[in-house]
């Protein structure tokens, strides 16, 4: 879709520059895609040099997209063999897209993959974890709480335990090769017992522990 972008670019450019023929659309269209072109460069060369092939760098290609969506469209509406070319590149690229291969490669994705695996034996609805990122389990329906809301709520939790609101309540940390720290710190009024361990990291390994 870029490429067929670019011929949109040169569709504005060669309109802008016919004489007696400068339509005012298409003079809108070429500022406009100019102006996001230079907006994707000083956007994407002021964060990590915008390589865009490193996975946490990729979604700075979302400012891309109104660049590729006016200067396509234009190509769409004046080069009819832009349909099938567009069509192709869709299709080749689908499989890669779906793939996710980039975003698969992210550290926090593995945890993530790794973490709902092992939370397949708990009910959901009736298990309470403790986490940096509760909005990410919230939505498969377990309970979650950051760290500083569970210090700080210490009776309030344990007591809804005992109450039966949830069965069990997790916490997932992470322990430091360095100096065995472990982070985010819990309350040490919260009694853990250590269910499962692994590496994901060369400079610490994921704990997940449950409150007797």
Avoid at 165 to 172: F, W
């Amino acid at each position: 879709m870029f490429l067929v972008a670019i011929a949109g670019v040169a569709i504005c450019t060669r309109r802008w520059n016919r004489e007696g023929r400068v339509l005012g659309s298409s003079r809108l269209a070429t500022l406009f895609i100019s102006l996001c072109l230079f907006l994707v460069v000083v956007v994407q060369y002021s964060y990590s040099e915008g390589n865009l092939f490193l996975a946490a760098d990729a979604r700075l290609g979302v400012v891309l997209v109104p660049f590729i969506a006016v200067a396509a469209t234009i190509a769409l509406k004046e080069l009819p063999l832009a349909y099938p070319i567009a069509a192709l590149i869709v299709a080749l690229n689908m499989a890669t897209a779906g793939a996710n291969e980039k975003g698969k490669s992210l550290l926090l994705y593995r945890e993530y993959a790794s973490h709902l695996d092992f939370l397949k034996s708990y009910p959901k609805g009736r298990t309470l974890v403790i986490t940096e990122r509760p909005g990410m389990y919230v939505v498969h329906l377990y309970g979650a709480v950051d760290f500083n809301y569970a210090n700080n709520n210490y009776d309030d939790l344990t007591q809804g335990k005992a109450r039966h609101l949830y069965k069990d309540i997790l916490a997932i940390q992470f322990v430091h090769y360095k100096d065995k720290k472990v982070t985010p710190a819990l309350d040490s009024r919260y009694q853990l017992q250590t269910l499962y361990e692994y590496q994901n990291s060369a400079e610490y390994y994921v704990r997940i522990s449950k409150v007797n």
